[in-house]
């Protein structure tokens, strides 16, 4: 996919309409990873909304985001700044060899009590 | 009475007391938890990108089982809570993944989303009540306790209409029919770290800590939860500032019916 077809793509699967954001910021006050996150959340919604696909790929903040939802709630216009992070995400990680874990670097870090939820939800969120 | 039960991948293995403790108490109140026939994981997050349908399928045919078995689909698990409510309020309110999931599953009869899906906290609470679980009672719990409730129970609460979001009461409410004393701190609705502590558990450590040091601020005993990565998150990484339990586990003790598994 060309960089416009992308950008279109995202646009489909977000599940958000990033127009609407006044720019209140509230997402990235409420943000728990905000911190870890080179792209803040108000920034996945802005950039978006203007185009800048660019700044987005290469954003490492994809690999921070909780989906906690925590910005999805506070967000008084409705926006859902996760989903844009996620479309993001899942971009990257369908690309081939993009994946954000390997699976040799698991059992390394396999504890008697790791729960099942843990080891799926990451494969979920990060893998594709 | 008879309910559907989802028990997910985790509570049949690493969250076992979760699981168990909930039966036991269930039975002690007059409830049989039915485990549904051929239940698959339900992935244990809920994938938000509106072209992921696949990874919701598995959702849909629990979904699906309990609408032709009474109607009503108890969960226990947070993450199963999480993506099984939501996939639902797809199948109700999203045509094009309605459409997509049930082209895929050719069912007998479509899937629209009629199946009620119930917290087993939303069951102790609407359907058997905690009045009645006050007087089923035999060991008042008498500590303080902190309930913790993450994310996955309360948001986004458009969906999961679970409890206000920003100042929720059930836990607490819980508490207090065990005859536990409920410690409201400021952290009860903030992340442990979730499914990141895999990628940098130093994220998870500071969220842990947090929680845990505001718990113990406002005086709490132990934390309780329903999620079992947020207890493997908050002992793992809370560095033991105080203790977290499932809150099965101290609905069994206060019911007397611990030692009966």
Known sequence: MDKREILENVVRICGTDVKRCMKCGKCSGRCPAFNEMDVKPHQFVSYLASGQIDKLLDSKAIWYCLSCMACVERCPRGVAPQGVVEAIRNTIAREQGKNGIKAEDIPPIIDDRIPQQLLVSAYRKYNK | ?261
């Not at chain 2, 005086?219 to 947020?230: K, Q, S």
Request: proline fraction near 4%; include cysteine; hydrophobic fraction near 35%.
């Open chain 2, 1 to 261: 009475m008879k309910i559907c039960y989802y028990p997910g991948c985790t509570l049949k293995t690493k969250a076992k007391n979760l699981d168990n403790y909930a039966r036991l108490s269930a039975k002690a109140l007059g409830v049989e938890m039915v485990e549904i026939e051929n239940w698959q994981c339900c992935g244990a997050v809920y994938p938000t990108s509106k072209d992921e349908i696949a990874t919701k399928l598995s959702a849909v045919r629990s979904l699906d089982y309990a609408k032709r078995n009474g109607g009503k689909l108890l969960t226990l698990c947070s993450a199963c809570h999480n993506v099984i409510k939501r996939v639902n309020y797809d199948m109700k309110n999203d045509p094009e993944i309605n459409f997509k999931a049930n082209n895929y599953m050719s069912l007998d009869e479509k899937y629209n989303g009629e199946t009620k899906v119930i917290h087993y906290l939303e069951m102790l609470k609407n359907v058997i009540g905690f009045d009645k679980i006050k007087k089923s009672v035999v060991n008042p719990v008498n500590k303080k306790i902190a309930a913790y409730y993450g994310c996955l129970l309360l948001r986004p609460s458009g969906v999961l209409a679970f409890d206000n979001p920003e100042n929720p009461t059930i836990i607490e409410e819980f508490i207090e029919a065990i005859g536990g004393i409920p410690v409201v701190y400021p952290m009860r609705n903030e992340c442990c770290g979730a499914y990141v502590s895999i990628k940098d558990e130093n994220l998870s450590r500071k969220r842990s800590t947090a929680i845990l040091n505001s718990a113990k601020e406002k005086g709490a005993d132990m934390v309780i939860t329903a999620c079992p990565l947020c207890l493997y998150n908050l002992q793992k990484n809370g560095e033991g500032i105080i203790p977290t339990v499932y809150f099965t586990e101290l609905l069994a003790e206060a019911l007397g019916v611990k030692n009966n598994g």
